[in-house]
């Protein structure tokens, strides 16, 4: 069975930093892309970023561009996203995601096929 466990959400003031990890297990995940998503009160989920396979090549929204930095370990099959500079408008709960295996749009949902529960991230002003 297939599981994403994200770590590492919280409480951070305007300016800081926050380091979200995302565990998978029950399969290997080093040839597939790998994504992160957040959703605030009221609005729909979004992309925030999205790590490819084996290479590593990455893309990011263009609001968090700069700011935050995804990664992989592939021998721990562990995503991750750095996350500096906050502002209060990055609270939302965080989701990270696995893509299938042939996509065309890394922005969109329905390109994932397992995603985890979530974690909340709250910046204050």
């Known amino acids: 069975q297939v599981q994403l466990q994200e770590s590492g959400g919280g409480l951070v003031q305007a300016g800081g930093s926050l380091r979200l990890s995302c565990a998978a297990s029950g399969r290997t995940f080093s ?38 930095t995804i990664s992989r370990d592939n021998a721990k ?24 295996p042939y996509y065309s749009d890394p922005t969109r949902m329905y390109e994932y096929n397992y995603w985890g529960q979530g974690t909340q991230v709250t910046v204050s002003s």
């Open 77 to 100: 099959n562990t995503v991750y996203l750095q996350m500096n500079s906050l502002k209060p408008e990055d609270t939302a709960v965080y989701y990270c995601a696995v893509a299938k």
């Open 31 to 68: 040839n597939y892309a790998m994504g992160w998503f957040r959703q605030a009160p009221g609005k729909e989920r979004e992309f925030v970023a999205r790590i490819s396979g084996n290479i590593g090549n990455t893309y990011y929204a263009y609001s968090v561009k700069g700011r935050f």
